[in-house]
């Protein structure tokens, strides 16, 4: 009975999606090669695995509308990462535990178990007093047709914890035994609380993991924790903590306590755009993330979500990363290897001498590109390399590589007539020869990475096709950019 309330809910927002989809497919602001929905609002990865040769994406998701409600899981499945066929929607609301208009089916995981793919999700209520949050289980014999656990919830929010932050289940298998973190906080300060079972179905629980000792918010969204090298690595998105959006803790950790031990922390990405990244590993050993390209209003860059709700849609994951580790334990986030098969029309230029009167350059058709290149910093001695992207129209969003105040700033508050603010970072240059930078445009946002991918900038921006000009200028001096290469970008979503 309760399948089938799940499977009617799947077919009426199935219906929706069908009777929209070819209008939505038509809007001029949707990407080229950012992963997106059909049509309605998108959020958080969820469950993001390889399952029996695919790779399966699953996603925070509202089939209606371009603005977050009733959140249910859409699906998709890829054999590359870049080319995806949407499947039928995963999870709808649809119990006592998860049936409420400003709740549902809110973030979680996969894993596979005696064959079968497992989610586990936290069920969101709300019964009059209050949002009620809590890990419940679905599975799947087909890895398309899930059954929600009719033992659900599995995990009710501990006393003193709020029932209302207690959140986004990851589940990992260490050994013979199932571990997940999950978001939650205690006495107003973040907790990612471990727990442990033999089946996925009973739980118990077993330390805090981690917490914020006032320095890192009242709440972490979206948890996730997994061995990279001889460390682990924590990573959140922690509420209350300002500009940190999408952090990384690197230390050890002890399965007998349930204790991780950090020393190291870092900023995943300094744009304004990159939100709740979830990992999962390749067949090949590789540790992958996807992160929603966007924030919540009670961020303090957020301006509103954008204005692709009038076409119907609204919300795509930052490119697929590689997390990678440095000598000395922090961490890099590099687009994956796969995004070299969506490159065409190939330009290259070895050096490339800059100065005030600045100079156009070429990247596929100025909208959908690739570029790549260094500054070399022993021949530059501008004080400044103004990079704008998407110019046009008297509009551009300007990279500005400040050499001497030691910034990297994206400002996007003449990008587009809609957006505003300016994304900033440390630009650290200190006994360095060049600096390397690779940007990635598509056509509603821009990812910058610099310093050997650990500081990287993401931000939307929804610039019309006439905004195709690329211009670079020095100022305070020439400067010399070595090994230029760009690239358009193959369609994957138009
Ligand atoms: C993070 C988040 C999660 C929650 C989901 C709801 O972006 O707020 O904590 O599960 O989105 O859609």
């Given at each position: 009975m309760s399948r089938e309330i799940m499977q009617n809910k799947i077919k009426q927002a199935e219906k929706e999606i069908s009777k929209k989809k070819d209008d939505v497919q038509a809007g001029?602001?949707?990407?080229?090669?950012h992963f997106m929905p059909q049509t309605g609002w998108l959020n958080d990865p969820n469950g993001l695995i390889y399952y029996k040769g695919k790779y399966h994406f699953f996603y925070q998701y509202n089939?209606?509308?371009?603005f977050w409600d009733y959140m249910h899981w859409g699906h998709a499945m890829s054999e590359d990462l870049l080319h995806w066929e949407y499947l039928p929607l995963a999870l709808a609301p649809s119990e006592v535990y998860d049936d409420y208009m400003r709740g549902g089916c809110f973030s979680g995981s996969a894993i596979e178990h005696e064959g079968k793919l497992w989610l586990m999700y936290t069920g969101v209520a709300n019964h009059g007093n209050g949002n009620v949050q809590t890990q419940c289980i679905a599975y799947s014999e087909d890895g398309v047709h899930f059954t929600k656990y009719?033992?659900?919830?599995v995990i009710m929010p501990p006393d003193?914890?709020?029932?209302?932050?207690f959140r986004d289940p990851k589940v990992w298998k260490h050994e013979d035994t199932y571990y997940m973190v999950c978001g939650a906080s205690r006495n107003e300060r973040a907790q990612a609380l471990l727990y442990k079972s033999a089946d996925l179905l009973h739980w118990d629980y077993v330390n805090v993991l981690a917490e914020s000792r006032?320095?890192?918010?009242?709440m972490w969204e979206c948890p996730d924790f997994y061995p990279l090298g001889d460390k682990y690595v924590l990573t959140c998105s922690p509420?209350?903590?300002?500009?940190?959006k999408a952090v990384y803790f690197v230390g050890d950790f002890d399965y007998a306590t349930g204790r991780f031990d950090w020393k190291i922390s870092g900023e995943m990405?300094?744009?304004?755009d990159f939100y709740a990244p979830q990992s999962f590993e390749t067949p090949d050993g590789r540790r992958l993330i996807a992160a929603w390209a966007n924030e919540w209003e009670?961020?303090?860059?957020?301006?509103?979500?954008?204005?692709t709700y009038r076409e119907g849609w609204c919300g795509f994951f930052n490119l697929v990363r590689e997390v990678k580790m440095m000598p000395d334990h922090t961490l890099q986030f590099v687009p994956v290897e796969?995004?070299?098969?969506?490159?065409?029309d190939g330009y290259a230029e070895d050096r490339l001498e800059i100065g005030s009167a600045g100079q156009e350059l070429k990247a596929g058709?100025?909208?959908s590109f690739e570029m790549q290149f260094k500054i070399d910093l022993e021949k530059t001695h501008a004080d400044r390399i103004e990079l704008d992207l998407r110019c046009g129209d008297g509009k551009k969003t300007s990279c500005i590589f400040d050499l001497k105040s030691g910034t990297l700033s994206v400002d996007r508050?003449?990008?587009?007539g809609w957006s505003n603010g300016a994304s900033r970072s440390i630009l650290f240059l200190k006994g360095k020869k060049e600096l390397d930078v690779h940007i990635y445009s598509d056509q509603s946002s821009v990812e910058i990475f610099t310093d050997r991918y650990q500081n990287n900038h993401a931000n939307n921006i929804y610039a019309g096709?006439?905004?195709n000009k690329i211009q670079i200028r020095a100022v305070g001096g020439s400067a010399v950019l070595k090994d230029y290469r760009s690239y358009g970008m193959k369609e994957c979503f138009r």
């Open positions: 001029r602001m949707r990407q080229h090669y089939p209606y509308y371009g009719e033992g659900n919830p003193d914890v709020p029932a209302h932050l006032g320095e890192w918010g009242y509420m209350g903590a300002d500009d940190r990405d300094w744009g304004m009670c961020m303090p860059f957020w301006k509103d979500w954008g204005p796969e995004l070299k098969n969506l490159r065409t058709d100025g909208i508050s003449n990008a587009d096709n006439s905004q």
